[in-house]
RNA sequence: CGGGGCGUAGCGAAGCCUGGUAUCGCGGCUGGUUUGGGACCAGUAGAUCGCAGGUUCAAAUCCUGCCGCCCCGACCA
């Protein structure tokens, strides 16, 4: 992609609505443009980041055997009064009359609808266990939106439900999540911490929110340090190897605000190890049993004949969220540096241009279809603005790799530079092969 | 929803108190000079001052109503 073509509406000033560096970056890099409180469109570059973390999402939930499907934006209100929470969700469900004055929602979760969709058509114990997930817009009509995507009305979510025969199953699907969500993390390129967290109006007794650590959070953390020792790559995706992780975790205090006792953090976790900070929430599994499968009669056969309500854990990804909360982690000294997994192209060309007839040009044109041909995502800055500018739009924009044409490489070198890192000097072949282990490591 | 604040060119602001038909920087466009950390010169385009009503000879400026947006709080992925 040529930048000249490319629709990436840079400001150079901070608009002066946005007030954490996220959302002054996705503003200043052209990845969004609000539209209402709380409500933004996604513009290409915004856009196609976004559509790359949906990508490792759900490939991490193929993974574990979760199958996609998708359901509406628009629901029924009928089956959230069956379920009791057409009142009980109060002024954050947005409520919609159709021209027969029919009640409809823009859903803000799915609970009522799987569960709806699940019963209509599975009857017998044969076909559990079940995991069923989609990623899909939600609306939740908050109080106060802020802080860019990361807070807002409108949002991209992935949301799983899991339908089991018993307790014991369903904490093994619940486990078996909970091992998917820290390698789409980690794939993300973040350390997320599973703390265990109020259910709120999903309801339940078993909760874990997944939190990244990032100044701006709005999450109050406590957690002993050990936490962050745990190496999941010791972890394999079966289930004794996935319980056995969860009980790792579990050894190690981490929790929330809502669950902090100051009696039980300091007589659990030795002082040196306590950490009090403040993270994003990313993810939130939560295992309730049958709280929906019952007031929804959503029932199996057993083998004797009896029926038995399913019990049913549900799992949330902020997908949208999670563009902002990259960025909180990984924006520093006002450059940013997009993990190699997500960035919005894999290597940008950066030369030093006067006309368009240039030596330059044409060597960043070489090297610009021999990587184009070769499956590596490129950017070319054709314009000709002055090198100097083009380094500082390239600190906010972010992509990890540089390929540098100006006066200090000779005929068939080229300077590689990794954002924030060092430069070599290189053949357009190592460059290839560089960039090529790179990508493929994600 | 309570409290506070803002709305002037694509972006950031000045002007408003004390009424006289809009100013500056960035960005855009043209030409020239520059070229390794947001360069310089000259020229040029771009605003029914959020909307509606009122007061006045005259309203960006004063008054009323509405709309939109931001911040703090309570609430939440």
């Known amino acids: 992609m040529y930048l000249s073509k490319l629709f990436i509406p840079l400001l150079k000033e901070n608009p002066s609505e946005a007030k954490i560096k996220s959302h002054q970056l996705m503003l200043k890099t052209g990845m969004i443009k609000q539209s209402s409180t709380g409500i933004y469109s996604w513009l290409p570059i915004g856009f196609k980041i976004m559509k790359k973390i949906e990508k490792i999402v759900r490939e991490e939930q193929n993974k574990i055997g979760a199958q996609e499907l998708l359901m509406p934006t628009i629901q029924s209100a009928e089956i959230w009064k069956e379920s009791g929470r057409y009142d009980d969700y109060g002024e954050e469900m947005l409520r919609i009359k159709d021209r027969q004055g029919k009640d409809l929602l823009y859903g803000p979760t799915n609970e009522e609808l799987i569960t709806e969709i699940f019963r209509s058509s599975v009857k017998s114990y044969k076909s559990l266990p079940q995991i069923l997930y989609h990623i899909q817009w939600k609306f939740r009509d908050e109080l106060r939106p802020r802080f860019g995507v990361m807070r807002c009305k409108e949002f991209f979510m992935k949301d799983a439900y899991s339908f089991d025969l018993d307790d014991d199953k369903a904490k093994e699907s619940y486990n078996k999540m909970f091992f998917a969500y820290l390698n789409t993390f980690k794939r993300l390129g973040l350390t997320a911490i599973p703390m265990s967290a109020d259910t709120g109006p999903i309801g339940g007794d078993l909760s874990h929110e997944f939190i990244i650590l990032a100044d701006t959070g709005e999450s109050k953390i406590y957690a002993d340090k050990r936490i962050f020792d745990i190496d999941i790559n010791e972890h394999q995706n079966n289930q004794p190897s996935i319980n056995n992780l969860r009980r790792k975790y579990d050894n190690f205090y981490a929790v929330t605000d809502d669950k902090f006792k100051k009696e039980d953090f300091t007589s659990k976790v030795n002082k ?22 019952k007031p929804l009669k959503c029932s199996v056969d057993l083998k004797d004949g009896k029926k038995v309500y399913v019990k049913m854990g549900s799992y949330g990804i902020g997908v949208s969220r999670l563009v902002g909360a990259v960025i909180e982690a990984k924006f520093n000294n006002n450059i940013m540096k997009w993990p190699e997994s997500i960035s919005p192209f894999d290597v940008v060309i950066i030369p030093s241009l006067q006309k368009k007839d240039d030596l330059n040009f044409e060597k960043s044109k070489k090297i610009y279809d021999f990587l184009k041909n070769s499956n590596i995502d490129v950017l070319f800055d054709d314009t000709e603005d002055h090198l100097s500018a083009k380094f500082k739009k390239f600190d906010l924009i972010g992509i990890p790799y540089q390929i540098i044409i100006g006066s200090k490489s000779g005929e068939n070198q080229f300077e590689f530079k990794e954002i924030n890192g060092k430069t070599d000097i290189l053949t357009i072949e190592e460059i290839k092969n560089k960039l090529n282990k790179k990508i493929n490591s994600n």
């Open 272 to 293: 040196n190890n306590q950490l009090t900070t403040k993270g994003i929430e990313v993810g939130h599994i939560f295992y309730f049993g049958d709280k929906y499968s």
